[in-house]
């Protein structure tokens, strides 16, 4: 049984995790995730793709949005609104249950670790999903038209309008690998990036101290999934954020953010390959529309560890 360890971020991530988790037995699959999108809100402590990725392997995902949960209500969200509010992140009622639940159990001593353990056996999800840390790291994005904003901010509240200047990690020199995303990358034999925004989503896990060096300890191979086909986003702001900050919006500039720690680096079959001396370039169809899609990419990026 092949252990595999997928670094996600919010949406796109979470679609390569539902392959894989279709694909692996629960307990070959340890998912990190960032959780440098995370932030206060109204008192409570939302940790977006956390909840994206547990919403989506429980099957209860907002199959529009790719957040929240499936048929979810505006209840609290008009209250607030009869209130004089103005609220602009749309935290449903459901949803806000996983809110009040983190935020109390925060407030009890457990770790992120902890609770994203709770929730994820309370809905029934079998993998292990592990935050890229317990401290808090939050991203914070330069912008033109503002300067540094909270990332849901910028990604939110402005709709990643404003030019990216700049990106930093706030908290991460204080943050450290949890023993229990160590102990995984420890014992993986392969370990897979998937398809999410370099700067927003991976970045922040790669600045938690000694990740870097665990990735590179561990003695699985690297894979990486571009998140760039045809010089567009599949969803986010990538490609926009890449123009801004000066870099050629291709896989191959993803692809070169990861070269010196991804053995293989698999771009869409759509676009041409290029010349790169590292890492080794393959093509696959990346487009991930539905499950059988999702199923399809997982696979296919599973048969690769064979080849690196
Ligand atoms: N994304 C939006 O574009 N607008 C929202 O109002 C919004 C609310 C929201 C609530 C809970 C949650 O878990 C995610 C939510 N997201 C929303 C998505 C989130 O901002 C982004 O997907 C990630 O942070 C980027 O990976």
Not at 101 to 108: A, H
Not at 241 to 262: I, K
Not at 293 to 304: D, G
Request: glycine residues 6%; hydrophobic residues 45%; charged residues 20%.
């Amino acid at each position: 049984m092949k252990r595999v360890v997928l670094f996600v971020g919010g949406v796109g991530g979470a679609k390569l995790a539902l392959g894989m988790y279709r694909v692996l037995p629960p307990d070959a699959l340890t998912i990190v995730v960032n959780t440098g999108d995370d932030f206060w809100h109204y008192g409570l402590r939302v940790c977006p793709d956390t909840d994206t990725v547990l919403y989506t392997l429980a099957g209860r995902v907002d199959p529009v949005n790719g957040w929240g949960i499936a048929g979810d209500t505006t209840v609290t969200l008009d209250a607030l609104r009869a209130l004089g509010e103005t609220p602009w992140f749309n935290i449903k009622d459901r949803d806000i249950a996983t809110h009040l639940l983190r935020t109390e159990m925060l407030r009890r001593g457990h770790t992120l670790t902890q609770i994203a353990a709770h929730l994820a056996q309370a809905q029934g999800v079998t993998c292990r999903v592990l935050p890229m840390s317990d401290q808090f790291v939050e991203t914070r994005v330069q912008t033109r038209e503002h300067g540094w904003l909270d990332f849901q901010e910028y990604f939110v509240r402005h709709r990643c309008q404003p030019t990216v200047l700049d990106v930093r990690y706030e908290g991460a020199e204080q943050a450290a690998v949890t023993p229990q995303v160590a102990q995984a990358l420890h014992t993986a034999d392969l370990i897979v990036f998937a398809p999410s925004n370099p700067w927003l989503s991976i970045m922040p896990m790669l600045h938690v101290p000694g990740m870097r060096a665990a990735i590179a300890q561990s003695a699985a191979p690297s894979i990486a999934v571009t998140p760039i086909v045809e010089g567009r986003a599949i969803k986010g702001p990538a490609a926009k954020m890449m123009a801004e900050m000066g870099y050629e919006v291709s896989y191959a500039s993803v692809a070169r953010f990861y070269a010196d720690f991804v053995r293989v680096f698999v771009y869409d079959k759509r676009d041409p390959l290029r010349e790169l001396d590292a890492p080794r370039l393959v093509a696959l169809d990346t487009i991930m529309t539905d499950e059988a899609s999702k199923v399809r990419l997982a696979r296919e990026v599973l048969a690769l560890s064979e080849m690196v």
